[in-house]
């Protein structure tokens, strides 16, 4: 009775063992003592059979014993095996059997989707710049890395490292504003919304927005992020001068008068060659915007393309996979003459979501689940729902069905039929998107012509994916975005270009978008891979056709070596890679600044 009950506390230790949380220690944990491990297979022959002539009911005793052994080993491999970690997470898939405390100084850094994350002991906020200063040049001495990194919106984490990270978000304030040359000075760790809230009282904002607003001022111009507008440049071209905190030079301003080579390599620098502090920014007067949101189709759009484009200050396009529908948006200022335009809706927020509702519904019929939501007294009120909540808990059903997607899509589509009309407000209330739930995302810019004339390369590319789409009939949501901005003269920019007049598409998500509407480890597992199948279908048949670059905050590190190699290349191709890393050698040779990422795409040892 005494060794059944140590065997049964064995199985449930091993049962509460594998089912806590996931392990997040980085480290692999010493080898626990073999009396102490209750995980240690039996040996029956030496610990149960206590005589030399086994008699059946011995015999019988040692052969149960053997099936508990084995039971366990069994369940120890099956929950080993069940969690669907990425391959180069070695801290989490611990030996058999060994799992790792977590320790209490351990941070866990996640990016918004939850699609990278990393452990590290050492995360650092400096209030002001002299602990900023005071940091870099420790860590510095002490080759030790604090990787800078910002609000984590990144879709690929690019700010992320196991070694050490700073974060700024401390160092947050407005410190001047010259109200008559629109220019302002911020700490680098202000986020966009912060920022704009401190100006608007003198009458200033921001250029152009990216579709959200929480972004770090510092982050979202070192990754080189955007807005739209055919003839405005991405937000890194707002930046007049900056201030960067530097391993081996300390603190230096720099500007396009103030060593112009560096100050354009810097502007979008990821992070590499210094902390930003501080940010001097061109802004424009605040304004009151038209937003108009219509339905076309593709026929049309060709036709208009180059209207569309040169006569509105802003402009977008998305696109419904497995449909012909194109919702068109933009947004222009308020005429002072007429005034915001006349126009009552044909049809309310509730009716637009109506058919959506309705088929959130027929789904949970569907796939019998309607009894268990209506039991669950944290589901919310269908009714209270926005439609990209409804569209994430549509996808949760059945991610990865092609016929489900489809159904959703149409549905989208109609929503926006039902939507179009025009909205007034501020350009930073105005110039947003409500991007949906946890997602994998891929972003490309490319080459589009001039303003005066467009290449219609940008159209012919969203031709081409969406028939790609349907052909291998991926599972694809909407939508499909696609923007423009004018060119960059930050030579790390995927925009950047001496001629002025040229234009650059950005498709937002390329269509390679898959949300992440469930935490279920299997369910994201695969929706993963059905993102990185997609994502290389494109890659293979659309990137160098149309000299397509991934956002830095979007281009994912491939683990084949060959395909890291390619992607060297091709980087090499674009940008000024041998400078950048001359540069980081002069800036920071201990390389305290970098992480994975950065030192798979440009290591050093490669530089010319």
């Keep these: 009775m005494s060794r059944a009950l140590s065997l049964r506390r064995s199985l449930l230790h091993l049962h509460r063992h594998h089912h806590r949380p996931k392990p997040l220690s980085p480290t692999t944990p010493p080898s626990p003592k073999p009396v102490q491990n209750p995980f240690t297979p039996l040996n029956p022959a030496r610990k149960f059979c206590t005589s030399p002539t086994p008699t059946p009911s011995t015999n019988s005793e040692v052969r149960k014993y053997i099936g508990y052994t084995a039971l366990v080993i069994f369940c120890g491999a099956a929950t080993y095996y069940s969690f669907p970690f990425p391959g180069n997470a070695k801290h989490k898939k611990a030996q058999l059997f060994r799992y790792a405390p977590l320790p209490e100084d351990l941070h866990t ?35 030790a890395r604090i990787r800078p990194v910002g609000s984590g919106l990144s879709p690929n984490g690019i700010g992320l490292a196991r070694s050490g990270m700073v974060n700024l978000a401390l160092m947050d304030k407005v410190l001047e504003v010259d109200k008559e040359k629109r220019r302002v000075r911020v700490e680098a760790g202000i986020r966009v919304q912060e920022l704009v809230d401190g100006i608007k009282e003198y009458g200033l904002t921001l250029q152009n927005f990216a579709s ?43 500007s396009k008068e103030k060593d112009p080579e560096l100050f354009y390599l810097a502007r979008v620098g990821l992070g590499g060659l210094g902390v930003v502090s501080e940010v001097t920014l061109q802004c424009v007067e605040r304004q009151e915007l038209v937003e108009h949101t219509f339905i076309s189709n593709m026929k049309d759009i060709k036709k208009n393309h180059k209207k569309l484009l040169s006569e509105n200050k802003h402009v977008k396009y998305l696109h419904i996979p497995y449909t012909d529908a194109v919702v068109v948006v933009t947004c222009n200022p308020v005429s002072k003459w007429k005034g915001p335009p006349k126009y009552k809706p044909k049809y309310t927020t509730d009716e637009a979501l109506q058919h959506v509702r309705d088929l959130y519904k027929e789904s949970l019929e569907k796939y019998r689940i309607a009894a268990a939501k209506s039991s669950d007294d944290n589901e919310p009120d269908i009714n209270e729902l926005s439609f990209t909540e409804l569209r994430d808990k549509l996808l949760a059903l059945d991610p990865l069905s092609k016929d489900h997607v489809v159904k959703i899509n149409r549905a989208e589509a109609e929503f926006w039929r039902k939507s179009e009309g025009y909205r007034v407000g501020w350009s930073d209330e105005i110039l947003g998107f409500d991007c949906g739930g946890q997602q994998w995302v891929s972003e490309n810019c490319f080459p589009a012509g001039t303003l005066a004339k467009p290449s219609l390369k940008d159209l012919e590319f969203i031709e081409k994916l969406k028939q790609l789409i349907e052909k291998e009939e991926i599972p694809a949501p909407a939508p499909i975005e696609q923007r423009w901005t004018a060119s960059s003269q930050s030579s790390m920019s995927p925009a950047s270009s001496s001629a002025e007049d040229d234009i650059f598409s950005w498709e937002v998500q390329v269509g390679i978008i898959m949300y992440l509407p469930t935490m279920d480890a299997r369910q994201r597992k695969e929706i993963t891979e059905e993102f990185f199948h997609y994502r290389h279908l494109t890659q293979v048949e659309l990137w160098d056709k149309y000299s397509a670059y991934e956002h830095w905050a979007k281009i994912e590190v491939p683990k084949d070596k060959d395909e890291l190699a390619a992607l060297k290349e091709r980087l090499r191709r674009r940008f000024p890679v041998d400078a950048y890393n001359k540069a980081r050698k002069e800036l920071d ?16 040892s490669e530089t010319n």
């Design 109 to 143: 850094v996640s990016n918004w989707s939850g699609t990278h994350e990393v452990q590290t002991r050492n995360f650092y906020q400096p209030e002001n710049i002299e602990q900023l200063e005071k940091l870099v040049k420790e860590n510095n001495e002490k080759k």
């Design 212 to 254: 959200i607003r929480e972004q770090q001022i510092g982050g979202i111009v070192q990754v080189g992020a955007h807005g739209t507008g055919a003839r405005l440049p991405p937000i890194d071209e707002q930046v007049i001068s900056m201030k960067l905190v530097t391993p081996a030079k300390g603190t230096i301003e720099i």
């Design 589 to 604: 040779p201990n390389k305290i600044l970098s992480n994975n990422m950065l030192e798979k795409l440009f290591p050093l």
